[in-house]
């Protein structure tokens, strides 16, 4: 069962239960009541007939007539008492036939009384005979009058009774009641946990599993109600995903494969296109070496540029050798002192043979999460770059720092350098694009690719700001990319 | 022992890089006969005495070995493997020669037992000075182990 219905049938369940609870207390209430009115009656009745009594001393002690007239208007209300009665219970409908009974009896001797009455003064001194008779008839009366009394008190007691019973019950139906309600509270949790937590426990702990990655886990059939469709429904997802998942898996291991056959191929391009350009370079050297002095400076001259075209050619391959490197090597992310870095490289850059005058500006203490074997092939690409483009530059100036941007940080390395046109800079980071000459300024155009495929790496940006003869400043960030962020200002000026 | 005694064991199947590695070793003033195998196989065989070699049985082996790693039948690797597991020749100095500069065969190279790893660079000035730091701390400086004789 749904649920739902279940919730509704509950509900539907207290309510009834609720209604005959209600109905319940209300009909021994109504009987509570009954017997209330019941005892009234009888205390009513138990009145008369004492007042009757009185009546009937008073009468036979004083012979007043006035005595005959008030026995008979109360003998007529009892009458009208005991013919109306609202009594139910056998013994008390006997009871109370008893009392009509005796009543009419009574009623009779006082009528044979009131017919004796000496109706004149005259007559009062009666004869023995009547008197005899009077007293005769006044003692069957009293007689009556007390067992009528002595059974009113029975219809009192038992009427008392009948209302003790009838609130005990009220008692009892109201404890049964709660009783009801206190089971059918435990019923409905008992359910609640049966249906509702435990499954969702379940639920819970199979979702963590997935979580935890276990994909295999089988989250077993539910049953017809909405958990059970929601364990279903998460079951199917959970096997679609892992069907996914294993999708990608088998593009990974393709990928792997295609990688792999890459890794080869860059092998073999390392070994196999050097080979040749060694020999170019090698025996062009020999010849200059054994045979240039017979050649014309033109004929040294070819040779010279064969030795400088397969150099160069083995730069090439040796920059694209380290994109490839730096786009499959393994990322070790730790805590990296660029400071300490970028001061090494300005040290061996400052060192090289055709260097030129050069002030390096470098913030202290610049810290950076990455990969410090990347991040050093990045820095040597921007610094080499900076040192390139400052060689025609007099008072050159190289900054290697940092600044706070929207609660990052944007490292910079800025030079006053040839610059470039900002016209070019989507150009800039592509392998193989050149903004410079190469008889300018030399290079492979590889090294701000690394750079960028390094940032990138990273999930980071990278961008430049420049503008021709005034400078070039690249900023960068790690982690996490942001849409197209360029910065306005150029530190180097 | 003479210098004409210390044999080098080149092994090398570019005849380019062959030749030009010998004229570095000229221009370096190594005048030790050096001794071109084609594959890895002809190295070992030249070692150990077999097959082409087998009048070689008794000869001093080589005082150095420049191995490049990409030769056809048996590779610089699987040479130096044999090289080091035999107890003749494993006391020879290998000095690898390659055009390889990938981290891995670097890795291997030298657990293997390689006592030196060089590179060929495309320049042959470069090349040379590589060469001549080769001949005067492999041939001249470092003294070499016992010899001992072949079976």
Same mark, same amino acid.
């Given at each position: 069962?749904?649920? %739902?219905?279940?919730? +509704?049938?509950? !509900? $539907?369940?207290?309510?009834? #239960?609720?209604?005959?609870?209600? &109905?319940?207390?209300?009909?021994?209430?109504?009987?509570?009541?009954? %017997?209330?009115?019941? +005892?009234?009656? !009888? $205390?009513?009745?138990?009145? #008369?007939?004492?007042?009757?009594? &009185?009546?009937?001393?008073?009468?036979?002690?004083?012979?007043?007539?006035?005595?005959?007239?008030q026995f008979s208007a109360i003998s007529k209300r009892l009458d009208g008492m005991l013919a109306a009665s609202r009594f139910q219970g056998p013994e008390q409908q006997e009871i109370l036939a008893r009392l009509r009974s005796r009543q009419a009896k009574a009623a009779q001797i006082f009528d044979a009384l009131a017919a004796a009455f000496p109706r004149e003064a005259?007559?009062?001194?009666?004869?023995?005979?009547?008197?005899?008779?009077?007293?005769?008839?006044?003692?069957?009366?009293?007689?009556?009058?007390?067992?009528?009394?002595?059974?009113?008190?029975?219809?009192?007691?038992?009427?008392t009774e009948q209302s003790n019973a009838a609130q005990r019950r009220l008692l009892v139906v109201i404890l049964s009641g709660l009783a009801l309600i206190a089971l059918?509270?435990?019923?409905?949790?008992?359910?609640?946990?049966?249906?509702?937590?435990?499954?969702?426990?379940?639920?819970?702990?199979?979702?963590?599993?997935?979580?935890?990655?276990?994909?295999?886990?089988?989250?077993?059939?539910?049953?017809?109600?909405?958990?059970g469709q929601l364990t279903h429904d998460l079951g199917s997802m959970t096997r679609s995903l892992r069907d996914s998942i294993g999708q990608i898996q088998r593009s990974n291991q393709e990928l792997a494969v295609l990688n792999h056959e890459l890794e080869a191929f860059s092998y073999s391009v390392s070994h196999d296109l050097r080979g040749p350009l060694r020999s170019m370079d090698g025996f062009s050297l020999a010849l200059l070496e054994d045979y240039g002095d017979r050649l014309d400076d033109?004929?040294?001259?070819?040779?010279?540029?064969?030795?400088?075209?397969?150099?160069?050619?083995?730069?090439?391959?040796?920059?694209?050798?380290?994109?490839?490197?730096?786009?499959?090597?393994?990322?070790?992310?730790?805590?990296?002192?660029?400071?300490?870095?970028a001061r090494e490289l300005a040290g061996s850059l400052s060192q090289r043979k055709n260097g030129h005058e050069l002030r390096w500006l470098i913030q202290e203490n610049l810290e950076v999460r990455a990969?410090?074997?990347?991040?050093?092939?990045?820095?040597?690409?921007?610094?080499?770059?900076?040192?390139?483009?400052?060689?025609?530059?007099?008072?050159?100036?190289?900054?290697?720092?940092?600044?706070?941007?929207?609660?990052?940080?944007?490292?910079?390395?800025?030079?006053?350098?040839?610059?470039?046109?900002?016209?070019?800079?989507?150009?800039?980071?592509?392998?193989?694009?050149?903004?410079?000459?190469?008889?300018?300024?030399?290079?492979?155009?590889i090294g701000l690719a690394i750079v960028q495929r390094i940032v990138?790496?990273?999930?980071?940006?990278?961008?430049?700001e420049s503008k021709v003869g005034g400078g070039a400043t690249f900023f960068f960030t790690l982690g996490e990319s942001k849409n197209d962020e360029r910065g306005q200002d150029n530190p180097a000026g | 022992m003479t210098s004409a005694d210390k044999i080098i064991l080149l092994v090398e199947d570019n005849p380019d890089d062959a030749k030009l590695t010998l004229r570095a070793f000229?221009?370096?003033?190594?005048?030790?006969?050096?001794?071109?195998?084609r594959d890895g196989i002809e190295a070992l065989d030249f070692l150990f005495a077999r097959g082409g070699y087998s009048e070689r049985a008794g000869k001093p082996l080589p005082t150095l070995i420049v191995l490049d790693l990409k030769l056809p039948r048996l590779d610089g690797l699987g040479v130096l493997k044999a090289i080091r597991a035999d107890a003749r020749t494993n006391l020879v100095p290998v000095v690898i020669l390659t055009s390889s500069k990938e981290e891995q065969d670097l890795i291997s190279g030298y657990s293997l037992g390689a006592?030196?790893?060089?590179?060929?660079?495309?320049?042959?000035?470069?090349?040379?000075?590589?060469?001549?730091?080769?001949?005067?701390?492999?041939?001249?400086?470092?003294?070499?182990?016992?010899?001992?004789?072949?079976?």
């Open positions: 069962m749904r649920i %739902a219905n279940k919730e +509704r049938l509950a !509900t $539907a369940i207290v309510l009834t #239960a609720v209604g005959v609870i209600a &109905l319940a207390v209300w009909s021994t209430y109504a009987k509570v009541e009954d %017997a209330r009115r019941q +005892r009234r009656d !009888t $205390a009513e009745i138990a009145r #008369a007939l004492t007042s009757l009594r &009185l009546v009937s001393f008073e009468y036979a002690l004083n012979r007043h007539e006035r005595a005959l007239a005259s007559n009062r001194a009666d004869t023995e005979l009547s008197r005899n008779f009077e007293t005769q008839l006044l003692s069957r009366l009293s007689i009556l009058e007390q067992d009528n009394l002595g059974e009113v008190f029975r219809l009192a007691d038992l009427t059918i509270k435990i019923t409905v949790s008992w359910l609640i946990r049966r249906d509702v937590l435990i499954p969702v426990a379940r639920l819970q702990q199979a979702a963590q599993q997935v979580a935890a990655g276990n994909w295999g886990f089988e989250f077993g059939g539910g049953g017809a109600d909405e958990i033109e004929g040294r001259d070819f040779l010279r540029r064969i030795r400088a075209a397969s150099q160069r050619m083995g730069h090439l391959i040796d920059d694209l050798l380290g994109l490839s490197r730096v786009t499959r090597a393994e990322l070790r992310i730790v805590p990296v002192n660029i400071s300490a870095i990969d410090k074997e990347l991040m050093r092939i990045a820095l040597q690409n921007l610094l080499d770059n900076a040192w390139k483009f400052t060689s025609k530059t007099p008072d050159a100036v190289i900054r290697i720092g940092a600044r706070e941007r929207d609660g990052r940080q944007v490292c910079f390395v800025a030079d006053n350098g040839a610059g470039f046109d900002m016209a070019y800079a989507d150009k800039l980071f592509g392998a193989f694009q050149r903004l410079h000459h190469a008889d300018e300024f030399p290079g492979t155009g990138a790496r990273h999930g980071g940006t990278i961008w430049a | 000229k221009q370096s003033n190594i005048a030790n006969p050096v001794v071109v195998a006592n030196s790893y060089v590179r060929k660079p495309v320049d042959f000035a470069e090349f040379l000075e590589a060469a001549k730091q080769l001949g005067i701390y492999w041939l001249m400086m470092n003294l070499s182990a016992p010899e001992r004789k072949a079976e």
